[in-house]
């Protein structure tokens, strides 16, 4: 079945980058995304990429996907302290996003 | 442009009790999906609504959950009678057109829902 694996925590100095990983396990993935949700807040997308692309660069984010390894990443340069969040990493599976558990970035003034 | 509302945004109960919760999506989203979101954990669908029609429900527990979608706008989920477990946040969101073509879901902030 599909599942989406995350690491739970990450802790960056404010102005440094950010990097958070993901690997998925469904090949047949059409698109990868990268949500956050703010506390007491809903999901809001952030990015996404389409599984025949390596690359996307949005302003400060930047997603890597390996198709291979089946391996995600997002990174935020200059880290702010208003990144800080919880990040989910979801992938498309049929018509429903399968999520992650997502990443809790804390970013140190 | 509105967002998808949500009500109540919290909501405690004892177990066996019921509880109902409303979403409203975005003006002409056709696609509408629950998701159960467990403190520490990811979001998991419940069920996928297309207009009026249940697109999927195989993680629905239909022994004490139900849904309904009448006329293809607002939803509403109901627990009936509620575990412990149940407790979470639910989250209602909406999309244009089905995830999986575009990606782009709209959250609502969520019913938070405490079963004592």
């Known amino acids: 079945g599909e599942d989406v694996e995350q690491s739970l925590f990450l802790s960056v100095r404010e102005g440094d980058s950010s990097v958070i990983n993901c690997t998925y396990t469904d090949s047949s993935s059409t698109y990868l995304y990268w949500y956050k949700q703010e506390p007491g807040a809903g999901l809001q997308l952030l990015t996404y990429?389409?599984?025949?692309?390596d690359m996307k660069q949005d302003q400060r984010l930047t997603v890597l996907l390996n198709k291979k390894d089946k391996h995600l990443s997002l990174r935020i340069a200059d880290t702010q302290t208003g990144d800080s969040a919880i990040y989910f990493c979801a992938e498309s599976y049929g018509n429903k996003l399968v999520f992650g558990a997502g990443t809790i970035l804390r970013v140190k003034s | 442009e509105a967002g998808v509302a949500q009500s109540p945004r919290y909501k405690i109960i004892e177990k066996r009790q019921s509880v109902a919760f409303w979403c409203n999506p975005i003006s002409g989203h056709a696609t509408l999906y629950w998701y159960q979101q467990i403190l520490g954990q990811g979001p998991k669908l419940l069920i996928q609504f297309q207009n009026n029609g249940v697109v999927d429900d195989s993680q629905l527990p239909k022994d004490r959950f139900s849904a309904e979608r009448l006329k293809g706008v607002d939803s509403t989920l109901k627990i009936q009678p509620a575990k412990l477990e149940d407790s979470a946040v639910y989250l209602c969101?909406?999309?244009?057109?089905?995830?999986?073509?575009?990606?782009?879901?709209?959250f609502g902030e969520g019913s938070r829902l405490t079963v004592l």
């Open positions: 990429i389409f599984s025949n692309m």
């Open positions: 969101a909406s999309s244009l057109i089905p995830v999986g073509n575009t990606g782009e879901l709209f």
